[in-house]
């Protein structure tokens, strides 16, 4: 059993597997290499013997990672962080701000006939030397090359509250993706945005094809590998 991560919020998820593992589409070679962390949202294949970390803050979202270290001091990681409202208004001003970034035209469309509701001035800059390939308005895959900092870059704490990215030896594969709502409470529409990254380190960066193919398949993701709770 591992080290549980810090649960600020208690938060519903979805059906978990009961069984204490879960099935995952790879080779059952690969599948020897990688353990299954089940958080109260859903799960992340990383490396077998590395640490999990979950943490919640209010309606703005969560942050789940597994990195070497127990503290999660080690910049390697499998990492996600999930953007939106989780049933609350209050973190919809960012997510807005990230999707005008990179996803504008599925703002277009989310927005049309309610422009007035969507400040299309708030954007971010975006990181210059991160390669993206998008496979539709609403997703897209990104590499952030070694040494380079970008969307798959881990944050580090400067200060009780100010977070800064910081760049990795190995490059930082991973993808986005936005869903949204039609209507919100009166609202003509909220987003949402996964931001999904991993960095291993040479001796295992093979297994990185096999990490990202299995977290954009869940939850429909099918030899067993053994699982942990974060």
Known sequence: ???RGTDIR???GPDLPKTGA???DVPQRVASKLEAYVYDKGWLIAPRGWHCEYSVSG???YDVSVS???NGSDLFAIGERYQGTDGYYAGQVATQVLANTYFPVAMEKLYAG???YRDTTKVLT???TDEIKYDSDVELDFVTPSHRVGLGSPYTAIGPSVPLQVAVDVPVYGFMSMSSTPDFGGYP???SIVTFSAALPPDLISLTPFILKEAKSRPEAMPTTSANSC
Do not use: D, H, Q, T
Request: with cysteine; net charge positive.
């Open 189 to 191: 529409g909220l987003c």
């Open 68 to 70: 070497p270290e127990a």
């Open 22 to 24: 879960v099935r995952i």
């Open 1 to 3: 059993m591992f080290p």
């Open 10 to 12: 208690s938060l519903p």
């Open 126 to 128: 975006r990181y210059k």
């Open 59 to 61: 309606g703005y979202g």
């Open 114 to 116: 309610n422009e007035g």
